[in-house]
């Protein structure tokens, strides 16, 4: 049996990784267009930096990023960020503010704590604490994260605290996502327990798992991406070769490469993007093609910025700040990352990592930008060194409608045996989502084949 994979993130890698253990004896084959495999994982090594182009870490309490990494046996190079400063800011003007103790994901809900921050206003704390008596709302329409959360919380929680924190996970405006695709748990609290706070309140503490909230790789993320890659047996990773077309052949299909090549397959797990799995599949399905081009994706760039440490006046005592989108600007987030990490910069340097929601700037401005951002914390120094990453198509956005979009997708993917989607732009974008995802399809198409040799 032959099974072919696109794209080489860790989606797919973790496709391949499973496909090998769910039909023995099968022949894999990796297409990926770049050099190398990894994806949005990319790790650089420099004059004693290791710096991350995208994603710096990943959840713990979802179960296969950590468990892939134990099935790898690589468990030890797990990390977890410098606990001596375990706190994070959010930026108001040009003043960091302690996001409040006690916040149960997004939501503060240890309101005494609440009363201490500086973050909100003493209107936005009473309208916050409010939300305990405030009748729930019917079941019924998917509704935005931004209408929710000031439904529920006030504008005030939603402009400086959850939008800005939901920024860094997916990047894009709240006002467009989905409660249902992103945070439908929000919306189940409000419906069983009649409100949010009380329902996260009800909650039993989350028992403190074997590792840390958020892990990375001691050389990184790419450390993930190679130690998959590293242990397939029996696929063929082809790089260098961009797939174009999917087609159905003689009961299977065949993928066709830019270079003229056609790979003929049983069964194929498309792991690229939706806009590239969207044109893959134009000529085999219409109808799919349409609702996967449907998904919008938000762009961003990193700028991560080297520096001396005499150069800097602040202590860095944290993980660094997020910026909300109200405060206007072209900033989203600044991770001091050597105060987060350890061994991401030589004893005498320190390392910022700065986001930006613009990737459409030349490196220069992009610097520029960046340096004007942390001239906050005293630093007027020129960096040693920089580094820019640009990702215009980086975050898929779980807008409105999604769910109905999943569905459209699942049904269009009946029709097509042996075909399956895997990757961010579906069921969640975290590292371990996108695992799973991969996993999920290779054993989708594994039971496909299996039930088709019987
Ligand atoms: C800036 C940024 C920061 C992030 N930070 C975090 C974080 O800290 N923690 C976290 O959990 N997640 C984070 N994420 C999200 C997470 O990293 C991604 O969602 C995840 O890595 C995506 O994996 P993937 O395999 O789905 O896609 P990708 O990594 O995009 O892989 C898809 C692959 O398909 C290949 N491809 C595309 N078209 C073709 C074609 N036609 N033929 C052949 N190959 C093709 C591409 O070259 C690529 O290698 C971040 C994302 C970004 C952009």
Known sequence: MKVTVVGGGIAGLAASWTLEGALRGAEVVLVEQGDGVGGVLLTEHEHGFLVEAAADSFLSRKPRGVGICEELGIQDELVGR????????????????PLPEGLTGLVPTDLDALEESTLLSDEGKRRLAEEADLPPEPPGDDESLASFVRRRLGREAWERLVEPLTTGIYGGDGEQLSLRATFPQLRALEEEHGSVLR?????????????????SLRGGMHELADSVAGDLQSTTIDTGSRAVTLRAQDGGYALELESGAAVPADGVVLATPAYATAELVAALDGELAEALAEIPYAGSAVVTLAYRREEVEHPLDGYGYVVPRSEGGHVLACTWTSSKWEGRAPEDRVLLRVFAGRFDLSDDDLVRLAREEVSLLGIRAEPVLTWTHRWPRGLPQYTLGHPERLERIDAALE?????????????????????ASGEEAARAVARALVGAAR
Do not use: K, M, T
């Open 199 to 215: 329902g996260l309140q009800a909650q039993p503490a989350a028992p403190s798992g074997a590792y840390p909230p958020f892990v």
């Open 415 to 435: 029709r097509h045996p042996g075909l399956a989607l895997a990757g961010a732009a579906y069921r969640g974008v975290g590292i371990p989502d996108c695992i």
């Open 82 to 97: 410098r606990p001596e400063n375990a706190r994070s800011f959010v930026r108001l003007g040009r003043e960091l503010h």
